[in-house]
């Protein structure tokens, strides 16, 4: 025999059977009428209905228990984050307060350093002056000469850095010659400052 009779013969032989089992379902009613109304009586009988059920119910009511259980502590997990969410957020809140309070005493921190340098480069201005001015004008002539002595290539970076007040008092204390000097050096904004301040 071939593959495919085997093949043939087997389906056949399924088929038949499949077709015998279904033909026998079918007719057992007719074949045996009081069997059959006695299953359909048991069957159909409350209590049976009631037992099959009841194990439905039990099994029912278990994994509702359970269910209930898994459902409580999802309940205390969520309670636990959301508190854990509300520490963290005033805490944060807390932080962003501080943080804020530190900026703002470093700006006020930062204004105070700032004036008060202010007041202090004002105060060793003032008394540089003052001592300056204090200074015998023989002394500051001869502190000038040297200064003045230089040529103007030189001397122009130097005296072009200096005050106004200093560039005055240098200017009053020189000589003729010395004081075209000093005004040929400096820029001609500067010089015309100079010429304005000393002419009031």
């Given at each position: 025999?071939?593959?495919?009779?085997?093949?043939?013969?087997a389906?056949?032989?399924?088929?038949?059977?499949?077709?015998?089992?279904?033909?026998?379902?079918?007719?057992?009613p007719?074949?045996?009428e009081?069997?059959?109304?006695?299953?359909?009586?048991?069957?159909?009988?409350?209590?049976?209905?009631?037992?099959?059920?009841?194990?439905?119910?039990r099994?029912?009511?278990?994994?509702?228990?359970?269910?209930?259980?898994?459902l409580?502590?999802?309940?205390?997990?969520?309670?636990?984050?959301?508190?854990?969410?509300?520490?963290?957020?005033?805490?944060?809140?807390?932080?962003?307060?501080?943080?804020?309070?530190?900026?703002?005493?470093?700006?006020?921190?930062?204004?105070?350093l700032?004036?008060?340098?202010?007041?202090?480069?004002?105060t060793?201005?003032?008394?540089?002056?003052?001592?300056?001015?204090?200074?015998?004008?023989?002394?500051?002539?001869?502190?000038?000469?040297s200064?003045?002595?230089?040529?103007?290539?030189?001397?122009?970076?130097?005296?072009?850095?200096?005050?106004?007040?200093?560039?005055?008092?240098?200017?009053?204390?020189?000589?003729?010659?010395?004081?075209?000097?000093l005004?040929?050096?400096?820029?001609?904004?500067?010089?015309?400052?100079?010429?304005?301040?000393?002419?009031?």
């Amino acid at each position: 025999m071939n593959k495919q009779a085997v093949i043939k013969f087997a389906g056949l032989f399924v088929g038949s059977l499949l077709l015998l089992t279904a033909g026998f379902f079918f007719v057992f009613p007719y074949i045996n009428e009081e069997r059959y109304n006695e299953i359909m009586e048991s069957f159909s009988d409350e209590e049976v209905m009631e037992a099959m059920f009841e194990g439905d119910r039990r099994f029912i009511g278990i994994e509702f228990n359970e269910l209930s259980e898994q459902l409580e502590k999802l309940r205390k997990e969520k309670r636990t984050w959301d508190s854990q969410f509300d520490s963290l957020n005033s805490v944060n809140r807390n932080l962003s307060r501080e943080l804020e309070e530190v900026k703002e005493r470093n700006a006020a921190m930062s204004r105070d350093l700032e004036e008060m340098a202010v007041r202090v480069a004002d105060t060793v201005s003032a008394e540089a002056m003052q001592a300056s001015a204090n200074e015998a004008p023989e002394e500051l002539s001869e502190r000038l000469k040297s200064l003045l002595n230089l040529d103007e290539e030189e001397l122009g970076p130097i005296v072009n850095q200096l005050s106004n007040e200093h560039l005055v008092r240098i200017y009053r204390t020189g000589g003729n010659m010395q004081r075209e000097k000093l005004l040929r050096t400096l820029k001609p904004e500067r010089a015309a400052e100079i010429v304005r301040e000393i002419m009031l």
